[in-house]
């Protein structure tokens, strides 16, 4: 018989409880690695928001001005989510849409674009172009997102001649490098943009000086919101910029925010209302996609943006409304 004394059974005992406690914390890690993936590819990705800002920036006296601010929709054909909540967007009749870019994800997926837009097409409306409607998406190393001055690589071309086409068909002016001036809803809006400046293709030389004077609204739009062309808006007298690529950070930490904002501009301002300068706003929107390559969002849910625009007496004011979209289903593709 074989015996064995009380301290080496003891050592024995504790040895197999602390095994087995090691592997249930892995199980525990594992389980919660699982929930974590499946709620931000699964359920954040496709919870869509609508964000809602009340912003003075009108010249005094002008009437309000209600624009919806879209970007970053990454659409891919099969999208049908993401398709069916932005086509409701046409029920909140704004005065005006801006869209900033990145619309594309695929080479087919134009129609998708132009048919979640429907109705919005016959709004008036501007948009400019992201990297992303030039260049279909490719598989990164995430760590890139942390290095400002990595090597860009793009992928195939995609079809942003068409895209821009069936804008322009629909009514909606092409505000790259150009000055665009209109009167929508009795409010006079002089606007211009530049194209991506994230790949540099920024031109602001093209549209520099400041804007017309008389107009209730100086706008200008960029996809990315670098601050070496926000204070060229800035510095000619411009009242809001709008941008997006951003994608809020994407994945974010809870009473961290943004970790990236994959661009030069800092974490601060990664989405919504900031001020730029004295008196310029700038609004940056979270977006309503992601990449193909990187189909999760965390603490950061996809949105489009209602701006009210007041005049300049009104006080500023903001607030944040959601409205989700109440289907979770994955998407596929």
């Known amino acids: ?151 860009r690589t793009f992928g195939d071309p995609l079809p942003w001649q068409d895209l821009r086409a069936a804008f322009i068909e629909r009514g909606w002016l092409d505000a790259t490098h150009t000055v665009r001036e209109l009167e929508v809803s009795g409010v006079r809006v002089v606007a211009a943009g530049v194209d991506d400046p994230h790949i540099e293709r920024d031109r602001y030389e093209t549209i520099a000086g400041r804007p017309n004077p008389l107009a209730h609204l100086r706008l200008g739009l960029t996809h990315s919101p670098e601050p070496r062309v926000l204070d060229r808006f800035a510095d000619d007298g411009y009242d809001l910029v709008m941008a997006g690529h951003t994608h809020g950070g994407q994945l974010c930490l809870p009473f961290f925010g943004a970790l990236v904002t994959n661009c030069e501009l800092d974490r601060s301002r990664v989405k919504g209302v900031s001020s730029w300068g004295s008196t310029m706003k700038l609004h940056v929107s979270a977006g309503l996609g992601t990449s193909p390559y990187a189909p999760a969002r965390f603490c950061c849910r996809p949105e489009a943006s209602l701006l009210t625009l007041t005049p300049v007496s009104n006080g500023d004011a903001e607030f944040a409304e959601d409205h989700s979209l109440p289907q979770l289903a994955s998407e596929i593709g």
Do not use: C
């Open 1 to 151: 018989m074989v015996h064995v004394d009380n301290a080496l059974a003891g050592r024995i005992t504790s040895a197999g409880l602390t095994s087995a406690a090691a592997v249930r914390a892995a199980g525990g890690l594992a389980g919660l690695a699982a929930a974590g993936l499946f709620y931000s590819t699964v359920v954040e990705r496709n919870a869509f928001t609508l964000r809602h800002s009340t912003l003075s920036v009108l010249e005094p006296g002008a009437a309000p001005l209600r624009v919806l601010h879209i970007s970053d929709l990454h659409m891919t054909p099969h999208q049908r989510l993401k398709q069916a909540w932005v086509s409701e967007l046409e029920a909140l009749e704004p005065d005006l849409v801006i869209n900033t870019g990145d619309n594309l994800a695929h080479p087919q997926a134009v129609p998708a674009v132009i048919q979640s837009l429907g109705g919005l097409l016959s709004r008036p409306g501007m948009f400019i172009f992201g990297s992303n409607d030039y260049f279909g998406p490719r598989l990164k190393n995430p760590l890139q997102y942390f290095r400002s001055d990595h090597t």
